[in-house]
């Protein structure tokens, strides 16, 4: 299985920071990769899809770079909503699998 | 709007059987792929496998491989997800949830089930 590594883990940021957070695979999974928000208590929900492609109805603040094995996501202006927890996930072979998750606190 | 409804959270003793259940509306069911996912503490989301409601056709994660049955009844949009023996280490939120068509990511989820398995 492709193993994805996310940093960091936990992340403290303030409102209005702009905060990265990278996912790496263990092996090129070209530009399969999907990033997700989920909050407590809540489902998963996509955000960005085929690396860079945000999901409709996704503010603009969030974004998402990257090809093979390196990606990150970006939020431009962090707002009171995104605190939450962000999981990568690659869809390239088979089965798909999820980075661990890095969550973002409030500072 | 697509939904997908899951079934309530369930108790049950080690070695019992269970169903959970995935309703979906607002599309047409038997043309997505419908995956599963667990979700635990440890090990975070895992992939479990997805079925292809128009024809049953199911492929399991090599983990979850035997130890999980897939289903589906198109006549009420639904799938299920089942254990036949449950173990305590299948305590866990299971999520159904959607896979979008090229690309292959997953842009509905249900609301999750928790599966307690205590004695």
């Known amino acids: 299985d492709i193993q994805m590594t996310q940093s960091p883990s936990t992340l403290s940021a303030s409102v209005g920071d702009r905060v990265t957070i990278t996912c790496r695979a263990s092996q090129s999974i070209n530009r399969w990769l999907a990033w997700y928000q989920q909050k407590p208590g809540k489902a998963p929900k996509a955000l960005i899809y085929k690396a860079s492609t945000l999901e409709s109805g996704v503010p603009s603040r969030f974004s998402g770079s990257g090809s093979g094995t390196e990606f990150t996501l970006t939020i431009s202006s962090l707002q009171p909503d995104d605190f939450a927890t962000y999981y990568c996930q690659q869809y390239d072979s088979y089965p798909d699998t999820f980075g661990q998750g890095s969550k973002l606190e409030i500072k | 709007e697509v939904q997908l409804v899951q079934s309530g959270a369930e108790v049950r003793k080690p070695g019992e059987s269970l169903k959970i259940s995935c309703k979906a509306s607002?599309?047409?069911?038997?043309?997505?792929?419908i995956a599963w996912v667990r979700q635990t503490p440890v090990k975070g989301l895992e992939y479990m496998g997805i079925?292809?409601?128009?024809?049953?056709?199911?492929r399991y994660s090599p983990s979850f491989q035997g130890q999980v049955t897939f289903s589906v009844d198109k006549s009420i949009n639904t799938a299920y997800l089942q254990w036949s023996s449950l173990r305590a280490s299948d305590t866990a939120i299971y999520y159904c949830?959607?896979?979008?068509?090229?690309?292959?990511?997953?842009?509905?989820w249900g609301q999750g089930t928790l599966v307690t398995v205590s004695s």
């Open positions: 949830a959607r896979r979008s068509v090229a690309p292959e990511y997953f842009d509905s």
């Open positions: 607002g599309y047409i069911f038997s043309t997505y792929w």
């Open positions: 079925i292809y409601p128009d024809d049953s056709d199911t």
